[in-house]
C-alpha cells in the first residue's frame, strides 16, 4: 500500500500543477520593480506590462519598491507565494548585490528566470571641454598618470563602476574612482570636468549628447548604435576583447509551477516579437533581447553571476 501512495502523490501534484497552467493567470499579475519609477529597469517594465496583459488576458501591475541596493523589493518577490503572480524585474544588479551586500537577504538561488526582456550598453562620455578625444587619449593619460584619471559611477559595485574596471583591467590602467548616489549627481561633475570620464547606459548618455554637453568615446557593444552612429565600440577603439552589454528581465519565486514559467515565458517572447514594442525600446536607446527559453535565462544568469563575483574578488570592490 506505501509503495502505490507515493506514485499517486506525485501524479496528483503534476495534475495540480497542469490545472494551475489551464487557469492560469485568473487575476492581476504584479510586477515588482525594486527602484524608482522613470529609469531604464522601470520605463521597460512599463512597455512591457502593458503589451503582456494583453497576452495574458489579466491586468500585469507594476509595484515601484526602491531601496538601496534593489533588496527590499527583491525580498518581498522572494518570499512570495510562487504561483506566478508576483513578478520581480531584475538588471545585472540582482546577480551582483548578494555577493557585495552581507545584508542582501537574498540569493539567486531563491528565484527562476523567465526571460530578458531588453539588452542595453554603456557609452564612455566626458565633458565636451574635455582633453580626452578618444579612447586611446583615455589610455594614455591612465598610464601618464597611474592612479590619477578619475571616473564617476552611480555607486560601488553599480554597473557602470564594474564595466569600467573590467575595461581598466583589459587596459592595464588604474583609475581613480568617484562613486556617487546615483546617475543624476555624477553628471554635472563630469560636463564640468571635475572628473575625466564616466560609462552610462546610451539612453541616459543621449540628450547629453544632443545638447552638446558631453562627447562620446566608445560604446560598449559589439556594433554601433543607429542611434549613436559616428561613436566607435571598444572593438574599433583597440579593445576587441571589451563588450558589455545589460539587460532587464523578469524572474519568479524559485518554486513557481514551471507550466506556469513556460507560459509567462510564452507571453513573453510573444510581445518581444511585437514592431510596436521593438520601436519604443529602440527610441529609449536600447534593443529588445533575442527571444529564449527559461532554461537558458537561468544558465545566462549564472554565467554572468559567476563573471561578476570574480571580478569584485579580483578587483577588491566593496560596497559603499
Known amino acids: 500500500m506505501m509503495q502505490l501512495r507515493l506514485p499517486i502523490a506525485v501524479a496528483c501534484a503534476l495534475a495540480m500543477h497542469a490545472a494551475a497552467a489551464d487557469v492560469y493567470p485568473s487575476k492581476p499579475v504584479t510586477i515588482v520593480v525594486p527602484v524608482g519609477a522613470g529609469g531604464f529597469q522601470d520605463t521597460t517594465s512599463r512597455i512591457f506590462a502593458q503589451h503582456l496583459s494583453a497576452q495574458l488576458g489579466q491586468p500585469v501591475v507594476i509595484d515601484n519598491r526602491p531601496s538601496a541596493g534593489s533588496i527590499v523589493g527583491t525580498r518581498q518577490v522572494a518570499k512570495a507565494a510562487p504561483d506566478g503572480y508576483t513578478l520581480l524585474a531584475i538588471t545585472d544588479s540582482f546577480t551582483i548585490t548578494p555577493h557585495l551586500m552581507k545584508e542582501a537577504g537574498y540569493a539567486t538561488r531563491d528565484f527562476t528566470g523567465v526571460g530578458p526582456m531588453v539588452n542595453s550598453s554603456f557609452v564612455a562620455i566626458t565633458g565636451e571641454s574635455s582633453e580626452l578625444k578618444s579612447v586611446s587619449d583615455l589610455v594614455a593619460s591612465a598610464r601618464q598618470r597611474p ?172 560596497a559603499d
Open 147 to 318: 592612479g590619477a584619471v578619475s571616473f564617476a559611477s552611480s555607486g560601488s559595485g553599480a554597473l557602470p563602476h564594474l564595466a569600467v574596471e573590467m575595461f581598466a583591467s583589459q587596459a592595464h590602467i588604474d583609475l581613480l574612482h568617484v562613486p556617487y548616489r546615483g546617475v543624476a549627481p555624477s553628471i554635472p561633475d563630469v560636463i564640468s570636468g571635475r572628473v575625466a570620464f564616466t560609462f552610462n547606459p546610451i539612453g541616459v548618455s543621449l540628450p547629453l549628447l544632443k545638447a552638446g554637453k558631453v562627447r562620446a568615446l566608445a560604446i560598449s557593444s559589439s556594433k554601433r548604435s543607429p542611434l549613436l552612429p559616428d561613436v566607435p565600440t571598444f572593438g574599433e577603439a583597440g579593445f576587441p576583447n571589451f563588450e558589455i552589454k545589460f539587460m532587464a528581465a523578469l524572474v519568479a519565486p524559485a518554486k513557481t509551477p514551471r507550466p506556469v514559467i513556460e507560459r509567462l515565458n510564452a507571453a513573453l517572447n510573444a510581445v518581444k516579437s511585437s514592431p510596436e514594442v521593438i520601436a519604443l525600446i529602440q527610441q529609449q536607446g536600447d534593443e529588445v533581447a533575442p527571444a529564449g527559453s527559461p532554461a537558458q535565462f537561468d544558465a545566462a544568469l549564472r554565467s554572468e553571476e559567476a563573471r561578476y563575483a570574480k571580478l569584485l574578488e579580483s578587483r577588491g570592490i566593496k
